[in-house]
C-alpha cells in the first residue's frame, strides 16, 4: 500500500482513511504476537498437461511495514508500523 497523501487544500478521499482503518483492523484481528508475514492461500497445483511448472492459486499475504520512511515535501517521515495487505486475486 502506498502513503496516502492529501494536499493542502485539497478534499480526501474515502479511500484515502479507508486504507488506513483497514490497516488497523488486520492488526487487530492478528493480534499483538504478530510478528512476521502470514500467507493464506496460495496452494500449488501442477500445470496441466504436465510439464515443469506449476500454478499458484490466489491468496493473500499480511505484513507489518513502515508507513512512510521518507519525507515527502512538507509530510515528515512516518516511522508508524502497519499491516499492509497483498493479494493475488487470479492463478
Known amino acids: 500500500m502506498d502513503r496516502q497523501i492529501v494536499y493542502p487544500s485539497a478534499i480526501p478521499l ?8 483497514l ?3 488486520f492488526q487487530d ?5 504478530f510478528t512476521g508475514p502470514v ?3 496460495f496452494s500449488c497445483v501442477p500445470n496441466t498437461p504436465a510439464a515443469l511448472g506449476v500454478v499458484v492459486n490466489p491468496g493473500a499475504v499480511y505484513a507489518f511495514s513502515q508507513a512512510g520512511e ?3 515535501s512538507s509530510l515528515a517521515a512516518d516511522s508508524t508500523a502497519m499491516v499492509k495487505q497483498g493479494i493475488l486475486s487470479s492463478a
Request: charged share 10%.
Open 29 to 33: 484481528n492478528l493480534g499483538s504476537a
Open 70 to 72: 521518507t519525507v515527502y
Open 14 to 21: 474515502e479511500t484515502d482513511l479507508l486504507n488506513i482503518i
Open 39 to 41: 500467507f493464506t492461500g
Open 23 to 25: 490497516g488497523a483492523l
